[in-house]
């Protein structure tokens, strides 16, 4: 029988000088990757060096997480951009994060887009070909992190470029596999019990049930947790506890080849 390995990630830095909203320290002692705001949705100088230092010193893969410039709305505003800006706005944060996982003596892992401009390459080609053009631009042997299935994961695999599936335990799904808007209650999960119910599904059967109660196939390399998320750190524990005693492999992604 083939082991199962996963990675678990989770978003971090997302504060800005005196403000933190999320327990990094506690999520960076249970995630094997750690998603890095990269500042223009959040994150600052001081946070991202602080946090790449601790990384390295744990063996967690950073991965740059990239958004619309953005602060005051988390990102989570949609933002009428001209593709060649996005181009460029995706180097300029892959180029400040390089800058400290370089300073840690590591190498920035992958990328994943954050929020309203990660739903926006989605749905709308444009974007998606402005950031993996970036991609290939910076470092054609990056992986893209996303959701499988969706047209984004289809574009960065068309360019030619590395794909990390992945999985999300604290939000809802719709039936097309795509996630459920924030707006619509129920669509983010904080029940503890039901977010380690789902990370095993993903992990053992690449499934997960919908919102509307079906179940769709889900293949998932690495599962998601929101620090943002109420009790997050509890969460995370207690996910990776029980993949554990399942006798998944929970892993860095840069401590195996993902694809």
């Known amino acids: 029988m083939t082991t199962r390995v996963i990675s678990l990630n989770t978003d971090i830095g997302e504060g800005f ?5 999320a327990d990094d320290a ?3 002692g249970i995630v094997t990757d750690a998603n890095l705001a990269c500042g223009f949705h959040a994150s ?14 744990r063996n967690i893969t950073v991965g740059a997480q990239v958004g ?10 949609f933002i009428e951009v001209d593709p060649a800006t996005i181009t460029n706005d995706v180097l300029y944060q892959l180029g400040a994060l390089s800058a400290f996982t ?40 990056m992986p893209l992190m996303c959701q499988p299935g969706t047209s984004l994961f289809d574009a960065a695999t068309a360019a030619g470029l590395r ?28 029940d503890l019990d039901e977010c380690v119910s789902r990370a095993l599904q993903l992990a053992m059967e690449n499934r997960i049930t919908t919102f509307d109660g079906t179940t769709i196939e889900v293949a998932a390399d690495s599962l998601c947790i929101h620090s943002d998320s109420p009790g997050a750190p509890r969460l995370a524990h207690a996910v990776r506890e029980a993949l554990e005693g399942a006798g998944v492999v929970v892993a860095a992604l840069g401590t195996r080849d993902s694809a």
Do not use: N
Request: glycine fraction near 8%.
């Open 68 to 77: 619309f410039d953005d602060l005051r709305g988390f990102g989570r505003r």
């Open 102 to 141: 370089a300073v840690a003596g590591r190498k920035t892992g992958y990328l994943k887009i954050h929020g309203a401009l990660y739903h926006a390459a989605v749905a709308r080609p444009e974007y998606a070909d402005a950031v993996v053009a970036a991609m290939t631009l910076y470092d054609a042997t």
């Open 17 to 21: 000088g005196a403000w933190q909203i």
């Open 44 to 57: 600052d100088p001081d946070i991202m060096r602080r946090t790449c230092e601790v990384a390295a010193t």
């Open 163 to 190: 794909t990390i599936a992945e999985g999300y335990i604290d939000r809802a799904y719709t039936a097309e596999g795509l996630l459920v808007p924030r707006s619509i209650a129920g669509s983010v999960i904080t």
């Open 26 to 28: 506690a999520l960076l």
